[in-house]
C-alpha cells in the first residue's frame, strides 16, 4: 500500500478501480470490459470513511446494566476495547448455550453482505455457530420464499435449478424466440446486481439485439420503465397478473389455440383445472371481460395478446416481484400452466423462464463451475424458520404454524446473532420486528456502519469492509475470476468477520474446529488451490492463486457449452425416460399433493385471490429495488445526497393531491408511516405509487421514519401458508404533503 495506487475489485454490483491515497479511497472509475458500468460505486469512498463507520467494538447500556427501562432502538451505547468484547460476547453465548442449548441460539442473519468468497459473512457465522453445537437457521430466501416453495411441486425441480439451469438463455431467445411475454419487466436496473458480480452488464444490449431482430416484446407491468425501451407497454394493477393469465388461458382454450397433445401428454390435471376458468366449477368463467375489471387492461387487448402467444415461439418471462407479494406462489404457478398451454416447453427459445434482468447473471451462459467455497461445516440442528417468519418467531415461541405441508412450532431464541445483514431495512412491517426484536435476551451484530440494526444490537462488533481485506471474488455464470486485493487498512478498530469469530472460538473451545489452524491468507489460497484442482479436472484453464494476485482478475475461457443449452429438452423428448419429479413425473397443473394440504388460499390450482386490502387507503404501493444502490447498503454516503427515499407518482394522483415535485410527502397507512420527496412521472399508472428500498429505517419519537423505508408500511404477512415468503409489493396507503411544525 504505497502513497498512491489503484487496483480493480469486484462487488455484489461488478468490477471497478479504486484508487488510494495515503491509507484513503479517494475514488473510483468504472471497469474497461463493462458496457454499462453502475454508479454504485461512486458510493464507496465517502461511505468506507464515513463518520457512520463503527469505530470501535460497543455495548448497549441497558443490556450491561441488566434494565428494563431503556430498549434496544432507544439506548446508550459504552465504548469497549476489543478483548472486553470479545469476553462479554463469548460468556453470553456459553450462558445461552449452557442454560437453553443451542436451539435458543439464532443464526439465520439473512442478508448479502459483501462480495469474496473467504469473507462472505453468512458463511463466517454459519461455520462459527456449527462449530459451536449450531443454531437455528432461516429457509429460502427474500427473493424468492414463495417460488422457491411453488416451483418443486409443478416443475419437480428446485428452483435455483430452473433459474440457472433450466433456461433459455439470452443468445437462444435472440435466435427462436418470436413473442417474449414479460411480466414485471426484465429491469436492466436491476441487472446490474447479481450475487458475487456480474462483470459485463449488457441486458439492455441483449434488447437492442432482440428490437433489431423484430421480436414481439411486450411488458406487463404498473411501471413502464420496469422494460427497456425496445419492448411495448402493457400496464396492469399490481396483484392481477393471475387474473390476465387465466383469461388468457380462456381464450386458448375457447378459441382452440390450447396444445391440447401436449397437455394430456406432459402435463397432470388440465380438465380439472380447465372447470375453474371455464367457470363449469359452479363459479364464473374467467373471461378476459371479467378479467378487464380486475387488471385495467381492455378485453380486446387480452384477445389480441393471447392470439398473439399462440403464434409463434413465445417465452414467458416472470420477475420475482410477482411472488414477493400476497398469494405470490399462484403467478408462477399460472404462469407455469399458460406455457404448458402453448406446448412449448422444451423447444428452444420457448417455454417459461424466471427472474431474467432480476439478476444480471440469470440467462448468460458462462459455464456452471463449482466457485471457491468456503465450508460452513454442518448444523448439527435441523430446525429452521422460512427466512421471513423472523419477526411471527420472536413474537410466538412455541407457537404452531403452517409451512409447505408441515406443522411446524416456532422455537425459543434467547440469543439473535446477525452478521453481514439488515433486518431494519429488509424486513416487512418494521414497527413490528421492533417489539419482537425486544423478545430474545440478546442481540448481537457485526457490522462496518451504524445502520438500523446495529443501533438495536446489544453487542455491537465493527467489521471491515471487502476494501480493508484480501479475497477472491467469484460468482455463478460469470466467466471473470478477480484477486481482491486489500486497498486499505481497517478504518478505526474494525476487523474482519473471520478474526473476530476466530477469537470468539477460542474461548469457546471450538477453535480448531473453526479456524483449522489457518489464517485468512491460508484460507484463501486452500480455497482457491481446490477450485483451481476443480476447474482443471473440467477442462477449464484458471490462474494459480500467485499468477492471478499479479494479475488481479482474470476472464477465463470457458466453452459457452450453456449457449445452446434447451432447457426441458429431455423430458420433451422422452417423458417416460426422463419424467420430472413431480408425484405424476408430469407437469402438475393440478397438484393432489398441494390439495391435500388444506390450504384455502392454494387449493390443488392456481386460482385469483383478490388481494384484501384496506380499502381506507385508496394507493397500492410497490416497493422495488433501488436503480442507485445495492439494498441499504453504502446508504452512509446516500443519506448525504438525499436525506429522503424518492416516491413516484402518476401526475394524476399528485394532481388530485394537490402536491408537486420535489415536496416533501407523508405516506402513511395502518401500520406506519415515512416521509419521502416527490417525483412525478407518467411511467407509473394511477393509483398505484412506487417506493424504492434502501433507506436507514430512522422513526422519529412519533415514530414517523424520515428516511423513507417503505417497510415501515409493509405488512408482515407470509405469502401463503405454502411458501411463508415476504410479501412486501402491493400495500395500502396514503399520502399528502408533509407539514413541518
Ligand atoms: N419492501 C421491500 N422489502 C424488501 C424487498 C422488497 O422488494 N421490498 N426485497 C427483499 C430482498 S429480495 C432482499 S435480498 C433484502 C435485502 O436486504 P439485506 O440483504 O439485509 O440488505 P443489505 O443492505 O445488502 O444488507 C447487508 C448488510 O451487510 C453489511 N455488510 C457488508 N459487508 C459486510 C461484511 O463484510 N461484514 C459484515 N458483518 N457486514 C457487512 C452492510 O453494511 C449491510 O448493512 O431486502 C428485502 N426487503
Ligand atoms: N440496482 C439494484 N439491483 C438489484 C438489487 C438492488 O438492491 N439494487 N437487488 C437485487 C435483488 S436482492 C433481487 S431479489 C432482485 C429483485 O428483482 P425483482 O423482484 O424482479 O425486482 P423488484 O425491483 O422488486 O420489482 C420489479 C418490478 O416489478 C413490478 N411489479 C411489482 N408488483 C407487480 C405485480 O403485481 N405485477 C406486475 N406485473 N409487476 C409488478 C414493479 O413495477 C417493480 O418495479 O433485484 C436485484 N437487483
Ligand atoms: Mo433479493
Request: charged residues 20%; proline residues 6%; negative net charge.
Amino acid at each position: 500500500m504505497g502513497n498512491k495506487s489503484s487496483k480493480i475489485t469486484t462487488s455484489h454490483w461488478g468490477a471497478f478501480n479504486v484508487f488510494v491515497e495515503n491509507g484513503r479511497i479517494i475514488n473510483t472509475e468504472p471497469f474497461h470490459a463493462d458496457p454499462a458500468p453502475p454508479n454504485i460505486s461512486q458510493l464507496v469512498p465517502s461511505a468506507v470513511h464515513h463518520s457512520k463507520r463503527i469505530d470501535q467494538p460497543y455495548v448497549r447500556k441497558g443490556w450491561l446494566e441488566k434494565t428494563t427501562s431503556t430498549k434496544r432502538g432507544n439506548d446508550e451505547y459504552v465504548p469497549l476495547a476489543w478483548e472486553d468484547a470479545i469476553d462479554l460476547a463469548a460468556k453470553e453465548l456459553i450462558r445461552v448455550k449452557s442454560n437453553f442449548g443451542n436451539e435458543a441460539i439464532f443464526g439465520g442473519s439473512y442478508g448479502w453482505a459483501s462480495a469474496g468468497r473467504f469473507h462472505h459473512s453468512q458463511s463466517q457465522l454459519h461455520r462459527f455457530l456449527n462449530s459451536m453445537g449450531g443454531y437455528i437457521s432461516s429457509y429460502a430466501s427474500y427473493s424468492t420464499g414463495a417460488a422457491q416453495a411453488i416451483i418443486p411441486h409443478v416443475l419437480g425441480l428446485n428452483f435455483h435449478k430452473v433459474t440457472w439451469g433450466e433456461i433459455n438463455s439470452w443468445s437462444l431467445i435472440e435466435k427462436h424466440t418470436d413473442n417474449l411475454i414479460i411480466f414485471g419487466g426484465i429491469n436492466p436496473k436491476n441487472s446490474q446486481v447479481s450475487m458475487g458480480g456480474s462483470t459485463e452488464h449488457d441486458v439492455s444490449s441483449q434488447f437492442k439485439k432482440f428490437g433489431y431482430a423484430g421480436k414481439k416484446m411486450v411488458s406487463i407491468s404498473p411501471q413502464k420503465d420496469d422494460s427497456p425501451n425496445e419492448t411495448r407497454w402493457l400496464p396492469i394493477n399490481p396483484g392481477t397478473d393471475v387474473a390476465l393469465m387465466l383469461a388468457i388461458a380462456h381464450v386458448l382454450e375457447t378459441e382452440e389455440l390450447a396444445d391440447q397433445l401436449f397437455l394430456s401428454k406432459y402435463c397432470s390435471g388440465y380438465e380439472l383445472f380447465k372447470k375453474y376458468f371455464l367457470g363449469r366449477d359452479g363459479h364464473f368463467a374467467k373471461t378476459p371481460e371479467w378479467a378487464s375489471e380486475e387488471t385495467g387492461i381492455d378485453a380486446s387487448e387480452i384477445i389480441k395478446l393471447a392470439r398473439n402467444m399462440a403464434s409463434g415461439r413465445t417465452l414467458i418471462s416472470v420477475s420475482w416481484s410477482l411472488q414477493r407479494a400476497r398469494y405470490g406462489e399462484h403467478p408462477f404457478w399460472m404462469a407455469c400452466v399458460l406455457a404448458a398451454m402453448l406446448g412449448q416447453i422444451g423447444l428452444p427459445g420457448g417455454g417459461i423462464g424466471f427472474g431474467y434482468g432480476a439478476i444480471g447473471n440469470i440467462g448468460k451462459t458462462a459455464k456452471r463451475m463449482q466457485g471457491p467455497l468456503f465450508e460452513q461445516g454442518t448444523n448439527p440442528i435441523s430446525d429452521f424458520i422460512p427466512v421471513s417468519r423472523i419477526a411471527d418467531m420472536l413474537l410466538n415461541p412455541g407457537r404452531p404454524y403452517n409451512f409447505n405441508g408441515e406443522k411446524r412450532i416456532y422455537p425459543d431464541i434467547k440469543l439473535v446473532y446477525w452478521c453481514g445483514g439488515n433486518p431494519f431495512h429488509h424486513h416487512q412491517d418494521l414497527n413490528r420486528l421492533a417489539k419482537a426484536w425486544q423478545y430474545p435476551e440478546t442481540v448481537i451484530v457485526h457490522e462496518p456502519w451504524w445502520t438500523a440494526t446495529a443501533k438495536r444490537a446489544d453487542i455491537v462488533l465493527p467489521a471491515t469492509t471487502q476494501f480493508e481485506r484480501s479475497d477472491i471474488g467469484w460468482a455463478k455464470g460469470d466467466p471473470y475470476i478477480f484477486y481482491m486485493p486489500q486497498m486499505i487498512p481497517p478504518v478505526g478498530l474494525a476487523k474482519d468477520d473471520y478474526d473476530i469469530f476466530a477469537e470468539l472460538s477460542k474461548k469457546l473451545n471450538c477453535e480448531e474446529n473453526f479456524t483449522e489452524n489457518q489464517s485468512s491468507e491460508e484460507w484463501i489460497q486452500s480455497i482457491y488451490d481446490k477450485f483451481y484442482m476443480q476447474s482443471k479436472s473440467q477442462g477449464i484453464n484458471v490462474a494459480d492463486l500467485e499468477t492471478l494476485k499479479e494479475k488481479n482478475f482474470e476472464r477465463m475461457t470457458i466453452d459457452l457449452d450453456g449457449e445452446n443449452y434447451v432447457p426441458f429438452k429431455a423430458f420433451r423428448d422422452d417423458p417416460l425416460k426422463s419424467p420430472l419429479a413431480t408425484p405424476t413425473g408430469k407437469i402438475e397443473i393440478y397438484s393432489e399433493k398441494i390439495a391435500k394440504f388444506n390450504y384455502p388460499e392454494i387449493p390443488g390450482h392456481p386460482i385469483f385471490n383478490k388481494p384484501l386490502l384496506d380499502q381506507k387507503f385508496p394507493l397500492r404501493l410497490l416497493s422495488p429495488q433501488p436503480h442507485d444502490k445495492l439494498h441499504s447498503q453504502l446508504q452512509a454516503a446516500a443519506e448525504d445526497i438525499t436525506k429522503h427515499a424518492v416516491l413516484v407518482m402518476n401526475p394524476h394522483d399528485a394532481g388530485k393531491r394537490g402536491i408537486s415535485k420535489g415536496d416533501l410527502i407523508k405516506i402513511w397507512n395502518s401500520r406506519g408511516s415515512c416521509l419521502a420527496t416527490l417525483e412525478i412521472k407518467e411511467t407509473i399508472i394511477p393509483g398505484v405509487i412506487s417506493l424504492a428500498t434502501g433507506a436507514w429505517f430512522s422513526p422519529t419519537k412519533e415514530g414517523l421514519d424520515i428516511s423513507g423505508n417503505p417497510n415501515v408500511l409493509t405488512a408482515d404477512t407470509g405469502t401463503s401458508d405454502l411458501g411463508q415468503g415476504a410479501a412486501a409489493h402491493n400495500i395500502e396507503v396514503e399520502v399528502e404533503k408533509y407539514q413541518e411544525n
